[in-house]
């Protein structure tokens, strides 16, 4: 049970800690490092020294974004793989509503 549990949603759960990875490099790493840097940089400056603080740089950015290129190419076989399963699984009816010869509704039935 739980090896078919881990089979089918291993996407969705690569989907959310890459979610979770880009939040925590990109908005919540860079906040409290400013917020370090800047208590800091206040002692240095109350000494009357020089504050040399550097920036954030995002650690999934090192490397040319090959993290970023290699999660793309999981996500986006995923959804192109998700949606042939979805049409594999429902089966839609394409449905002429306003009587000019052209499928305009889409009806899903559960196989």
Known sequence: MVNETI???????????YLLICLVDFFIGPTVWNLLMFD???EVVA???KCDAS?????????????HLSFAGILGVHGWK????MEVEYKIKKIDTDGDG????E???KV
């Not at 089979?7 to 800690?17: C, E, I, R, S, T």
């Not at 998700?82 to 399963?85: A, D, Q, R, W």
């Not at 052209?102 to 509704?105: L, Q, Y």
């Open 107 to 109: 009806i899903r039935e």
């Open 7 to 17: 089979n089918k949603y291993w996407k969705d759960w690569a989907g959310l800690v």
């Open 102 to 105: 052209v499928p305009d509704t």
């Open 40 to 42: 800091t940089c206040a």
């Open 55 to 67: 920036r954030w740089e995002p650690l999934t950015l090192q490397m040319g974004g090959m993290f």
């Open 47 to 49: 000494r009357g020294d």
């Open 82 to 85: 998700k949606k042939e399963e």
